[in-house]
């Protein structure tokens, strides 16, 4: 009989353990003896970064067509450098921050103190018909054509370009479209908004990394 009580109460404290869960208390931060501060386990959100590439943005100018071969961003290139170059001091400083996401390019104007502002210019991925960062006016140089459209619903192809600090910087830009092209358009096939016997390989051919 003192067995079983034993056994009994043994359960119940067992049982009292498993059901008195509590939630975390606030973590105490001891800064001054006079001064203590409460705040709980969950860390704090922190102020939002931006990520991406530095770059001059050298502007935007219309093209005409609707085929994108290769190539076919030279001319609107030469016609922005041209501009750029006019105006440019001998050392011009990152005027932007490029930032490609899987479904939209962000394009963040900096300050003169090489900060970003509000001011930001927004592109969606699924409207951009072509980009390259191989052009013979400059190597450093990445386009993209951008279908946009209008207030009156009609639209425009403009051909935007950027200079970045090197070569390489203009090819990863270039290797990022693609990657964030690839996630827009399976998600967009698989929303239903493409046909499903279409392939991301058949509409990335307007899409040049360029490994070279």
Known sequence: MMIFQHFQTMLKTKLNV??????????VIFHEPEAIELCTTTPLMKTRTHTGCKVTYLGKVSTTGMQFLSGCTEKPVIE?????????????????????????????????????????????????????????????????????????????????????????????????MMEAFKKTFHSMKSDGRIHRNSSSEEVSHEFEPDDG
């Open 18 to 27: 498993l059901t008195l869960r509590k939630e975390p208390l606030p973590t």
């Open 80 to 176: 922005l450098w041209k501009k750029h170059t006019l105006t440019r001091e001998d050392v011009y400083p990152a005027n932007a921050l490029l930032e490609i996401r899987p479904f939209q390019v962000w394009l963040h104007h900096l300050d003169l103190k090489g900060e970003a502002t509000v001011h930001m210019d927004t592109f969606q991925v699924a409207r951009i018909a072509y980009c390259t960062a191989d052009h013979n006016v400059s190597p450093n140089i990445f386009a993209w054509v951008y279908r946009e459209i209008n207030d009156d619903l009609s639209y425009q192809m403009d051909c935007h370009a950027v200079e970045c600090e090197s070569k390489l910087e203009a090819k990863k830009l270039a290797h990022a």
